[in-house]
């Protein structure tokens, strides 16, 4: 996180930006499901991937700051025309439906692909990354969106 330049306003790097904002928003989940365990609101707060399917968000794309295929896309080119990659959009999505239907979810989770390295496969709970295990910085994140929308919240 670069909690100085949440906006990435100066040396702005795509990818890192991307990363970052997917930090925020999985350290805020992580902080609600706290406030809700606290509060008593029953409700769950939790986060899934989808591991890797070949979509058009792999493209190269100007505007996003990828004028060509990466290392990395290429890569998952090169798997997925082999076989190695059997995720598709739909197979894709079970981790998120997962997370947000089934009794057995529990809150302050991450679910995944259960495959190798969670690339593909059926979803499962998968380890919380490390750096969505602070509570300090989940309160921050909480604190910022609080400033940067105006909303206080009151539990």
Do not use: C
């Not at 949440?6 to 990818?15: I, K, N, R, S, T």
């Not at 239907?101 to 969670?118: N, S, V």
């Not at 709970?125 to 909303?151: C, F, K, M, N």
């Amino acid at each position: 996180m670069r909690w100085d330049d949440l906006a990435w306003a100066h040396g702005y790097d795509p990818m890192k930006a991307y990363s970052s904002s997917k930090i925020a928003f999985g350290l805020f989940a992580m902080e609600l499901q706290r406030r809700s365990d606290a509060a008593g609101w029953r409700l769950r707060s939790n986060l899934s991937h989808p591991g890797i399917v070949q979509t058009n968000l792999l493209a190269a794309q100007p505007g996003m700051g990828r004028p060509k295929d990466t290392t990395v896309v290429k890569a998952i080119r090169w798997m997925s025309a082999r076989g190695l990659l059997v995720g598709t959009p739909s197979s894709a999505a079970l981790p998120a439906v997962y997370a947000a239907t089934d009794p057995d979810a529990r809150g302050g989770r991450l679910y995944g692909p259960r495959g190798f390295r969670h690339l593909g496969g059926l979803p499962a709970e998968q380890p919380l990354y490390t750096r969505l295990q602070s509570e300090r910085d989940a309160v921050r994140v909480w604190d910022i969106s609080e400033q940067l929308t105006g909303i206080r919240f009151r539990a």
